[in-house]
């Protein structure tokens, strides 16, 4: 069983950044992929980015170059680092967790979910 919290979203102007955080529960952290997600207001939620335990990382297109993935298996935390911010960046973030070795963008591959964090940029 595993257990995520996530934290340091908040409101930010355009351009801005901010960095997210997820602590995980449970001693096999580092045997999960971890990911981040986010749903917009009217919107399904979509893939963000996610990394192996071997550090393999993958971003959905629209964050790319903006976005930067990262885990501390000593610390079981995710970080999602979140630069030059737009404001269809404004979503709640969610991160997750996948007993499997290989990254995935399929919501359905992950088994544990936070309870999200608010991001919300203005212009």
């Known amino acids: 069983q595993v257990q995520l919290v996530e934290s340091g979203g908040g409101l930010v102007q355009a351009g801005g950044s901010l960095r997210l955080s997820c602590k995980a529960s449970?001693?096999?952290?580092?045997?999960?992929?971890m990911a981040w997600f986010r749903q917009a207001p009217g919107k399904e939620r979509e893939f963000v980015a996610a990394?192996?335990?071997?550090?393999?990382?993958i971003y959905a297109d629209s964050v790319k170059g903006r976005f930067t993935i990262s885990r501390d298996n000593a610390k079981n935390t995710v970080y999602l680092q979140m630069n030059s911010l737009k404001p269809e960046d404004t979503a709640v973030y969610y991160c997750?967790?996948?007993?499997?070795?290989?990254?995935?963008?399929?919501?359905?591959?992950?088994?544990?979910w936070g309870q999200g964090t608010q991001v919300t940029v203005s212009s």
């Open positions: 997750a967790a996948g007993y499997r070795s290989v990254v995935t963008t399929t919501e359905g591959e992950y088994d544990y």
């Open positions: 990394i192996s335990r071997y550090g393999v990382t």
């Open positions: 449970g001693r096999s952290f580092g045997s999960h992929v």
